[in-house]
């Protein structure tokens, strides 16, 4: 394991790729902490925070290209940032099941299953993790 591949990857990957590991570590920490207390909203704050960092950043990534330079990944960006508001004003209007429900699927779609596919061979988490795989 080395953290090289991804420490020489440009900025916008490096900022995707802390933040989302970031709020992949909060977002843990959040599931088990106590609910509805100031520290729960403060990193709530951070989380979200964190999350738009991560679907924001990756507009600038094009190393998938399937429609011209975006890929079917941005599309959960979209989709992040369509739902992110709405979990965050469920929460401001005490809804606690609609905001609870929605940011367990935004961890487990934006952060769990997309950060899945960055350990494929050829993505750089995959040569951060098993190191280089390809000829290169």
Request: aromatic share 10%; hydrophobic share 55%; net charge positive.
């Amino acid at each position: 394991m080395s953290l090289e591949p991804l420490l020489s990857a440009p900025p916008v990957i490096q900022l995707h790729a802390f933040a989302a590991i970031a709020a992949f570590g909060l977002g843990l920490v959040q599931f088990v902490a106590p609910k509805g207390t100031l520290p729960h909203r403060a990193t709530g704050w951070l989380w979200v925070v964190l999350i738009a960092t991560v679907a924001v950043s990756s507009f600038w990534i094009h190393t998938i290209r399937t429609f011209g330079d975006f890929s079917v990944i941005h599309l959960l960006s979209i989709l992040t940032l369509v739902v992110l508001p709405g979990t965050v004003l469920a929460a401001h209007r005490h809804q606690v099941p609609k905001h609870a429900s929605g940011m367990k699927k935004l961890f487990i779609g934006a952060l769990v299953i997309a950060g899945i596919f960055t350990f494929l061979p050829g993505r750089i988490m995959h040569e951060v993790v098993f190191g280089q795989t390809d000829s290169r």
